[in-house]
Structure formats: C-alpha cells, structure tokens
C-alpha cells in the first residue's frame, strides 16, 4: 500500500464542515484513495473512495489534488456522532498480484464539539 | 445497511476451552476477512477468504484457524484459548473488484 500521513487529531465544531486532510505523496497512477471511519467500538465503516475525479455521496465527498498527492475528507455538517477514527487507506490496485488487503494505519481522531 | 452478524458480542471463557466466533453475511460477497484490535490500537488481519474453500492468513500472525464452506459463513476458532487471545474480533466482507468492505459488530473476547 501507498504510505499515506494523516494529523493524529482534530476538533470540529457541531454544525460546521469537517475537512479530514491525507497526504499520499508516493501514489501510483492506478491507486484508489479509500477512506473509513471507526466509531469508538464498533466496527469500521466504509466512507468513500475516488481515483482522481471528486467524489461525493450521501456521506462525505471526497476531493483529490489534481497531482493526486493529497486529498481531502469533506463532512459538510458535523454532528456529534460523526466523533471517530478516519482512516486514509491507498491499498495497491486489485489488478496487482499482490492485492489482498487493506491496511488501516492509525488514522485521525476526529472529536465533533457542542 | 449492511448485513453481516456476529455471534457472540461478548464472550468470557477459560484458558485452554475451544471457541468458534461466528460470522455471517446475507450480501453474497466472495470475500471475507477477520481482523483483531486491542482496545485504542490498530485493526490488523488475521485470515481472509476471497470464496469458497479458499482461505489465507493475513499480515499479523494468530493461533486460530477459519473454514469457508459456504459463501455467506466464515467461522474463527481458536482450539485452545488462552489470555493473549484477549482482543476484539471483528468480521468484514466484499465484492470483488473493489476495496469496499463491511463490518460486523465485532465479538470481544476475554480469555481468564
């Protein structure tokens, strides 16, 4: 997998947007950005992920540098429950032979404020 | 919403007894995964299945051992459990073609 760095933590207000930053300088052309998130004791769950155009959904959207170096987790209106571990994964493309998994890292702690 | 259950949620038992976590998911997805995290660290693979009759360790090494019979089941047993086992374990699946996983809920697990 692309090594990807992202800040140990961040604060948002509730109602305000939450911008998650990643950077994953050593992209390969080919290489999906995905982006989980883990709610304190529960399991992951699956956000988003784009290759190189913007990507939006009922969840977050997803914005990727045009040199595909960074990118960018959007949560338009934070709320309290939105409080939990954002990963930034870049797993090796599934056409390679040594696809199998993804690799979690430690992610950024978000903590939505009152 | 998706589909993949987790049985036990919770589950204490002693050192030396057999365990089966259960997994399943009504999804029909080729791929299934079991991961282990310890309480504030990180999730790391332990066996994955991309189908039937197919399975593989993954990246961190563990004394269980899963079985993929049928597509929507993939069982984690552990023969003898003992306190390093002590973890939560959680259960994901997939379609191929695509690095988009689900989760189950998880079984904690505590081995006195």
């Known amino acids: 997998d692309a090594k990807t760095t992202q800040p140990t933590s961040m604060d948002c207000a509730e109602g305000r947007a939450a911008n998650l930053p990643c950077n994953h300088s050593?992209?390969?052309?080919?290489?999906?950005v995905y982006w989980y998130r883990q709610i304190h004791s529960q399991g992951p769950q699956y956000i988003i992920h784009g290759l190189k155009n913007n990507e939006t959904n009922e969840m977050a959207s997803l914005i990727i540098t045009e040199d595909r170096k960074s990118s960018t987790l959007i949560l338009p209106h934070a709320t309290l429950r939105d409080t939990a571990v954002y990963y930034c994964i870049v797993p090796l493309p599934l056409s390679s032979g040594s696809a199998r998994q993804l690799t979690f890292g430690s992610g950024t702690q978000l903590t939505v404020l009152p | 919403e998706a589909d993949i259950y987790q049985t036990p949620r919770y589950l204490v038992i002693g050192t030396g007894k057999k365990i089966t976590l259960e997994c399943s998911q009504t999804?029909?997805?080729?791929?299934m995964y079991w991961y282990q995290q310890d309480p504030g660290m990180e999730l790391h693979l332990i066996h994955y299945?991309?189908?039937?009759?197919?399975?593989e360790k993954g990246d961190l090494s563990s004394e269980s051992t899963v079985s993929r019979i049928r597509t929507e089941h993939f069982p984690l047993t552990l023969e003898s459990a003992r306190p390093s086992h002590t973890s939560q374990y959680l259960c994901a699946s997939g379609n191929r073609g695509t690095y988009e996983q689900y989760f189950g809920p998880g079984t904690r697990l505590t081995v006195t």
């Open positions: 299945s991309y189908g039937v009759n197919s399975t």
């Open positions: 050593t992209i390969s052309g080919n290489e999906y």
């Open positions: 999804m029909g997805h080729d791929k």
